[in-house]
């Protein structure tokens, strides 16, 4: 991975996301709850500050979950959301690197990569895939968010503008990966 694109961003993209997970976080509970696998951890890849590793474990209290994060200062933000939670804390171990080398379990319950396949290119996106599809229990699945052929709904979210230190901030949903053809949404 090159230069971190949220080296300046990061302090404003977990309110920035609020909206999104507010929207989709209960489809995400009601996909983990039917998950058959119950063996090795949830993975949630590009986890960010960690609304993500939240939801999965709200949805399945006594699963391992291992999030992958590249991003040092959106790391930061990750690690201060499960030093305020101990129970959270216990069950999600975090590891600073990258979807295409990250060390992933041999077996893995589901794999989350939420507003993250944006930042791979095609290529990467197949080796991704491929590696996931190796480690997932037959019959278990991923679940993303890509960017609809036609942008109805936006992956069913509005756009962020919280108040950040009194004050207004926009997500601009730009794409991360120029030679990504299909960026996910988000903030
Ligand atoms: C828009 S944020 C979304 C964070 C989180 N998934 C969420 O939805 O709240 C995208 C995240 O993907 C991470 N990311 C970017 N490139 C990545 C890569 N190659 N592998 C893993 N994560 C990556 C970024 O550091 C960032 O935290």
């Known amino acids: 991975m090159g230069a971190d694109p949220y080296a300046s961003s990061a302090p404003y993209i977990d309110p920035l996301i609020a909206g999104f997970w507010y929207g989709i976080a209960p489809a995400l ?30 949805a399945l209290p006594d699963a391992p979950v291992l999030a992958v994060e590249p991003s040092v200062p959106m790391r930061a933000a990750l690690l201060a959301r499960l030093a305020d939670d101990p129970l959270l804390g216990d069950r999600v171990t975090v590891t600073a690197s990258d979807a295409l080398d990250c060390p992933l379990p041999d077996r893995m ?7 993250m396949l944006g930042h791979l290119a095609p290529d990467e996106r197949r080796s991704f895939w491929r590696r996931l599809a190796r480690r997932l229990a037959p019959g278990e699945r991923s679940s993303s968010t890509t960017r609809p052929r036609r942008p109805r709904a936006r992956c069913g979210s509005p756009r962020g503008r919280p108040s950040v230190s009194g004050r207004r901030s926009t997500g601009a949903g730009r794409r991360p990966n120029p030679r990504a053809s299909g960026a996910s949404c988000g903030a």
């Open 109 to 115: 319950r589901a794999a989350v990569c939420m507003n």
């Open 29 to 58: 509970v009601d996909e983990l709850r039917t998950l058959r696998a119950d063996i090795g951890p949830v993975v949630d890849i590009g986890a960010g500050s960690g609304r993500g590793v939240r939801v999965i474990h709200d």
